[in-house]
């Protein structure tokens, strides 16, 4: 089978300024590796990319998500399926598993989402768009003395919103894309809880300020899906979210590549920021769990 660049040229189409593209004159269905490095090159380009008209199936998405890599299962969501490494999630009006916080995929593992490939097979006529924010842009974009700052911080991301707060792993504040060598924010309010090496309080008011700071509109892109659309982003520069507005039922069905391990921007600067034994030093608690059980298993 002829690749991509032989049968035909893409027809790549920017959304924003910030990130995002359409690409049309491709079958996923019938992608070669050869293919799929040309996909590969565009995604680390735009950051999130859409394949209008492809209607896969399970199987020839599956496929088409191995040539990126190895696939798993959702360690939060659980499914009766014969391929635990797809799943299918359904929403009514605004009711089910809707992903309407900001969030980079899987961030409480200690290897979170490399990317995912997500299939639109029903959509609500209106509403129910996703929404993409560049993180390279939210670093590049803060002063050079928050920069500095926050690259010499850590945090602790956890699976809370999952019914899993003991599901934790620690991750750089600022990463580096393994890639293309350019550095990120890493930090989202949906899975994010804690700087480890600010107190409590001060931990608060600079995740307050990053995680909107992240999601600024001029770092976005809105897609208003169509039933057939392929999307895939990048997890380790990129957040997302589902805007929770639409009446009617909404499928989609995705998979997701995983086993990336961040690389900090530079090592942390700091000690891990806990107080004594007292009243308040419930607010370090979670933290103190983890660093405990981390020093046991090392």
């Given amino acids: 089978m002829e690749s991509v660049a032989k049968r035909q ?158 599901s934790m792993a620690l991750h750089p504040v600022v990463r580096v894309h393994p890639e293309t060598g350019r550095k990120s924010l890493f930090v989202n309010e949906h899975f994010t809880r804690r700087i480890v090496e600010l107190s409590h309080e001060e931990s608060g008011a600079l995740l307050n300020f990053l995680t909107r700071w992240a999601t600024n509109t001029r770092f976005t892109v809105r897609y208003h899906w169509r039933e057939g659309t392929i999307a895939m982003w990048d997890n380790r520069c990129t957040q997302h979210s589902v805007l929770n507005d639409f009446e009617g039922e909404r499928i989609i069905q995705r998979v997701t590549v995983m086993g990336d391990k961040p690389e900090p921007a530079s090592p942390p600067r700091w000690e891990p920021s806990l107080k004594p034994l007292s009243a308040a030093s419930r607010h370090d608690r979670q933290l103190h769990t983890y660093l405990k059980d981390r020093n046991t298993t090392d």
């Fill in 9 to 166: 040229p893409l027809e790549i189409t920017r959304l924003s300024g910030s990130l995002g593209a359409e690409v049309r004159g491709v079958s996923l269905a019938a992608a070669t590796p050869a293919d799929a490095e040309t996909i590969r090159a565009l995604l680390l380009e735009h950051l999130v990319l859409f394949f209008p008209d492809q209607h896969l199936t399970p199987d020839s998405h599956i496929a088409f998500g191995r040539l990126f890599g190895e696939l798993e299962a959702h360690p939060n969501l659980a499914f009766a399926t014969e391929h635990p490494e797809f799943f299918e999630l359904h929403a009514a009006g605004g009711e089910g598993a809707i992903a309407d916080e900001w969030h980079s995929d899987l961030t409480c593992q200690e290897q979170p989402s490399v990317m995912a490939i997500l299939h639109m097979v029903k959509c609500p006529p209106v509403g129910g768009d996703t929404l993409w924010a560049n993180m390279y842009k939210a670093y590049e974009e803060l002063s050079p003395a928050m920069r500095e700052f926050c690259e010499g911080l850590t945090a602790l991301h956890d699976a809370d919103p999952h019914g899993r707060p003991d």
